[in-house]
């Protein structure tokens, strides 16, 4: 379902919007963390959220249901497990005597596996005002397989969340559980340097695994392991180099004419910081006409001294309703990894050949193409980088003329005027024709506030810089890209809104003839404490 409005104001501007609203039968649903590897000697715990259909949280209580399952007692293999038979040919003791490894029926299957009740109960939602999700301990778990189901029931529909998963037991396999092969993935990262230790877990009697370890750089490193108690710790150390963000480590079984791979890949832990750009001295809010001096801050790594080139460009943010703009940095050097897959695929290969193709006769030189820049050299070369325009450079506005000074607060004066009034404060007459003169009028109206495309940071990383607000009143879009030597680079984004403390909007007709009697309207802003005195216009 489509919902619009549309509002106009005093001075006939309209502002319309749009959203999408779902509508459902049922009035939320249950969305948990998905648990994987999880060991027995853990607390096994999940976040669990009620929402809307329209992704808006909703408080509300549910309910819990955790069964264990019976595994068969057989090691299945991947064979056919896709090609399960509806209407069996032989009894299932004659299946499992000639097809011990494989699926009978859909019995056999993990949704159907019988289960007994472990406990169900009913969780309330968290207490906490900013809180939009119930976090669900489930306790410690013996090692085996179970079934987690989350539900709420209203009227005769039932809302439904449920997953499978495992627990598993550090000292090795238990009886009941009767995998072919899994490996766990670590859920840390690791420091260059740093050991890592992971569980690898087979039932088939004796099994040999081979271990393929890779940090593509494209060498393998051949390993082959004998488990112990159907469990296989295997450490593998962190390299220091730094090119290197991820390690990739596959175990493969041979076992029951089926072959099985698990992989597993170690995410290695950036020793260094990106850059990072902070404000240290900023207004978002500023009144036209104002000098003002901001300060910027770029840092990276602890006691580190950065020595940076900054971007800073502020403009219209009302131009981006045609293209909009944002600061992108492309490394100069990317590490390319190759890692190999030993996992085995059941397609079939197929060779072809042409009878009238006998040989190619032909001599072929290729010419070597160059790519000094990465990608964007050409451009670069041109005169362009990606991800920066220059809308315009903004001049510095004339300033304003000083206001008459007298002990109220502040004097606005709306409209023409064609006649003299005068207006008595603090025993001061003050001449309106004086005042009109004094009103000056907004000359600044660049789309760019300022556009310094190389400014320099100390040695602490701070830079300052200087600039006249413009007398538009709008809202900015404040841009930064910094940069250092060896190509590390950061960027940051803010908005900055330009606004008097009293301003006046009128609505003026677009036209008129002779003997229209005129209605203006206008709206007046005040955002001040102030105490202001308004001069209203006489009719002529």
Do not use: C
Not at 64 to 72: G, H, I
Not at 156 to 185: C, P
Not at 381 to 410: F, H, K, M
């Amino acid at each position: 379902m489509k919902s619009m409005l549309s509002v106009t104001d005093i001075n006939g501007e309209t502002q319309s919007a749009d959203t999408q609203l779902k509508v459902a039968s049922v009035s939320h649903y249950i969305k948990a963390d998905e648990i994987k590897d999880v060991f027995s000697d853990e607390n096994v715990k999940l976040k669990v959220e009620t929402k809307n259909y329209n992704e808006q949280n909703l408080k509300k209580s549910y309910q819990v249901k955790l069964s264990k399952l019976q595994a068969p007692d057989r090691i299945f293999r991947s064979n056919f497990k896709d090609a399960v038979q509806n209407l069996p040919l032989f009894s299932k003791e004659e299946f499992i005597r000639k097809f011990p490894h494989d699926l009978y029926d859909k019995n056999d299957e993990l949704k159907n596996w019988k289960s007994t009740l472990v406990f169900e109960k009913t969780q309330q939602p968290s207490t906490g005002n900013q809180a939009s999700t119930t976090d669900l301990d489930l306790g410690k778990l013996d090692a085996g397989d179970y079934q987690l189901e989350l539900y709420n029931i209203e009227g005769r529909d039932t809302i439904k969340t449920s997953q499978y998963f495992s627990v598993w037991d550090k000292n090795g396999l238990k009886a009941n559980q009767k995998t072919f092969l899994t490996a766990l993935q670590p859920k840390t990262e690791f420091s260059r340097g740093d050991k890592a230790k992971i569980y690898i877990y087979s039932s088939v009697p004796e099994a040999l695994i081979n271990i393929f370890v890779q940090d593509g750089s494209g060498k393998t490193v051949y390993d082959v392991q004998k488990m112990k108690n159907g469990k296989l710790e295997y450490a593998v150390d962190i390299p220091k180099d730094k090119a290197l963000s991820v390690m990739n480590i596959q175990f493969q079984v041979v076992a029951y004419n089926d072959v099985q791979t698990a992989t597993v890949n170690l995410k290695i832990k950036d020793s260094e910081q990106p850059l990072k750009i902070e404000t240290t001295t900023f207004r978002d809010k500023l009144e036209p006409n104002v000098k003002e001096k901001w300060s910027v801050k770029v840092s990276g790594n602890d006691r580190e001294k950065i020595n940076a080139e900054v971007l800073a460009n502020m403009y219209d943010m009302s131009l981006d309703q045609f293209a909009v703009n944002s600061y992108t940095w492309e490394k100069l050097y990317r590490p390319y990894s190759l890692v190999t897959m030993y996992d085995f695929r059941d397609n079939l290969l197929s060779e072809y050949y042409q009878q009238r193709i006998r040989f190619f006769n032909g001599n072929y030189v290729e010419v070597p193409q160059f790519n000094w820049f990465d990608r964007n050299g050409l451009i670069v070369l041109q005169g362009r980088a990606s991800g920066v325009n220059i809308r315009g450079v903004a001049s510095p506005a004339p300033p304003a003329d000083s206001a008459v000074n007298t002990n109220i607060e502040e004097v606005v004066m709306i409209g023409a005027y064609a006649k003299k009034r005068e207006v008595v404060a603090a025993d001061k007459v003050l001449d309106k024709e004086d005042l009109v003169e004094k009103v000056s009028v907004r000359q600044n109206l660049n789309e760019t506030a300022f556009f310094y495309p190389d400014l320099k940071t100390d040695s602490e990383g701070n830079v300052s810089f200087e600039f006249t607000s413009p007398e538009a009143l709008t809202k900015w879009k404040l841009m930064f890209l910094a940069h250092t030597k060896d190509a590390r680079a950061a960027t940051l984004e803010k908005e900055v809104i330009t606004q008097k403390g009293f301003s006046v909007t009128p609505n003026y007709p677009r036209f008129l003839r002779e003997g229209d009697e005129l209605n203006l309207q206008s709206k007046l802003s005040n955002l001040t404490v102030k105490n202001l005195m308004v001069l209203q216009p006489y009719k002529f």
